[in-house]
């Protein structure tokens, strides 16, 4: 199969990779969004777990990443319940790491294990411990293929960098031990600032945090009044979306009419309705400088700034008054 991805080009995927693109635990996250909630207020935010999942992949590749690691970058968000990490707020799941603590089961309950059998892998080496893939996940603040394929693909897609920007950052990509570095201070400084336009300005911006709110109260007096569960979750967006639509309950319906494209919110902090905090989401990749790797806040000032900033918003939170919804 010919995949064209809209950042790193057009690639041949067959074999192994191609039955599993096919795969339906594959197939369903074209049908769940990225941004949780976001699509749902803002339709030009459309990016999905599918596109995600296929440039993490990608991009694995691309950095000379084996086969096996490209699978598992394929595979580490089959998990994630129709709404993505909404589903972490219903539950007050303050790691928003829900879909991790359902993996294994999800994984064992498809034909994933029995596709990766028939190539002569046993899924539990592959799948079950991520430590084995240093591309793919490496803990905050470093980088790594996940954190970087997220940030780039949903800034890229909401017109926020250009596809002229992002080949100069990953030009500017160093690999070793496995492990992702960049080449200078400037390339840093670009890959920060870019990351906070996604986990402060477009995580938290207000109309996002209106979506996860309401859709997050949604879902928890749906699944409360057992008019879905936890298993219904684990199909599309839409498909639960159509539940929720054919439900009589008063309650589900009217916090559904309030989910729209036409709402119109602001941040205010003194005559706000809303208030929420996110999961605190620090960067800083090390440089290699003088032959040795150091963090970049030690060599850059803007981006000791830029990470004192964003700590102090995550600590904060964001105040939103709701004008018409």
Known sequence: MKIIDSIYGDYLIDGILEELIFSKPVQRLKGVYQGGAS??????????????????????????????????????????????????????????????????QIITDSEIPRILSKYGYDYRNILLDNSNWSLLEQPAPELCVDRIDYTLRDMYQYENITKEEIEIFLDNLIIREGKIYLKDIKTAEWFVRTYYKEVIDFFMNPLNIYGYDFLAKTLKIALDKKIIDINTLLGTDEEVMNFLRLSNDKDVKNLLNHLHRNVIVKE?????????????????????????????????????????????KADEGMYVKIISN
């Open 39 to 104: 699509y749902f207020v803002n339709d030009k935010w459309n990016v999905t777990r599918y596109e995600h999942s296929i440039g993490v992949m990608l991009l694995i590749k691309k950095l000379g990443g084996s086969l096996e690691e490209q699978i598992a970058g394929l595979l580490h968000d089959v998990s994630h319940t129709a709404f993505s990490h909404v589903i972490d707020f219903v539950f007050e799941n303050k790691n928003e790491d829900y879909h991790e603590k359902i993996y294994h």
């Open 268 to 312: 205010d902090k003194v005559e706000y309705h809303l208030h929420r905090k996110n999961k605190l989401r620090l960067i800083d990749p090390s440089v290699f400088y003088d032959d040795q790797l150091k963090p970049s806040s030690e060599l850059s000032i803007e981006i000791k700034k830029m990470n004192e900033n964003a700590k102090r």
